[in-house]
T-cell receptor, first 116, second 115 residues
């Protein structure tokens, strides 16, 4: 049982290049999320998908797009990378986040992106 | 909007001593609070949560957290620290925005346990 898998683990881009970060979960979770982690700022939500077929902006969506390809997969695309997007990106998922029990998020191991 | 604050960037403690990592929250309504831990080059791992009920919540790896409504705090505690507890700890609150729930994270506290 792999949980949440992110690819690639590391990436270096030049300013203006594009790339897609991939995320897949095998826990049959409904909701998926993309966060970025920067020193001293904790994790900030970029985009999320509450359920298959829906996506919504989070706290810092500018410069990013997402696709919920199916229930398992949720990708994050940088169309024209900028140095300000240098960060560690985490994908997360949860079964029924709006439920009474408050299901915890399950995180992938991250993608470390550097934009030069 | 809901928010959490972690006032300490770093906490240092000797192995065997008790540890506390602080978190305060600002929410409207009843808070759903979480603690996560992050080891180097890994994603965050869930430690424990407070939804309702007892103010002392027990979680993984011997950690516990105390919910204090009057002080709007949710401090993480462990009676006896281990070197292996050294990691980055995040407090989080569940927020309701745009008809969906999300997790809002604090800035994180680095815990260093010295032998």
């Amino acid at each position: 049982n792999a949980g949440v898998t992110q690819t690639p683990k590391f990436q270096v881009l030049k300013t203006g290049q594009s790339m897609t970060l991939q995320c897949a979960q095998d826990m049959n979770h409904n909701s998926m999320y993309w966060y970025r982690q920067d020193p001293g700022m904790g994790l900030r939500l970029i985009y999320y998908s509450a359920s298959e077929g829906t996506t919504d902006k989070g706290e810092v969506p500018n410069g990013y797009n997402v696709s919920r390809l199916n229930k398992r997969e949720f990708s994050l695309r940088l169309e024209s990378a900028a140095p300000s997007q240098t960060s560690v990106y985490f994908c997360a998922s949860t079964h029924l986040f709006g439920g009474v029990e408050g299901s915890p998020l399950h995180f992938g191991n991250g993608t470390r992106l550097t934009v030069t | 909007a809901q928010s959490v604050a972690q006032p300490e960037d770093q906490v240092n403690v000797a192995e065997g001593n008790p540890l506390t990592v602080k978190c305060t929250y600002s929410v409207s309504g009843n808070p759903y609070l979480f603690w996560y831990v992050q080891y180097p080059n890994r994603g965050l791992q869930f430690l424990l949560k407070y939804i309702t009920g007892d103010n002392l919540v027990k979680g993984s790896y011997g950690f516990e957290a105390e919910f204090n409504k009057s002080q709007t705090s949710f401090h993480l505690k462990k009676p006896s620290a281990l070197v292996s507890d050294s990691a980055l700890y995040f407090c989080a609150v569940r927020d309701w925005m745009d008809s969906s729930y999300k997790l809002i994270f604090g800035s994180g506290t680095r815990l260093l346990v010295r032998p």
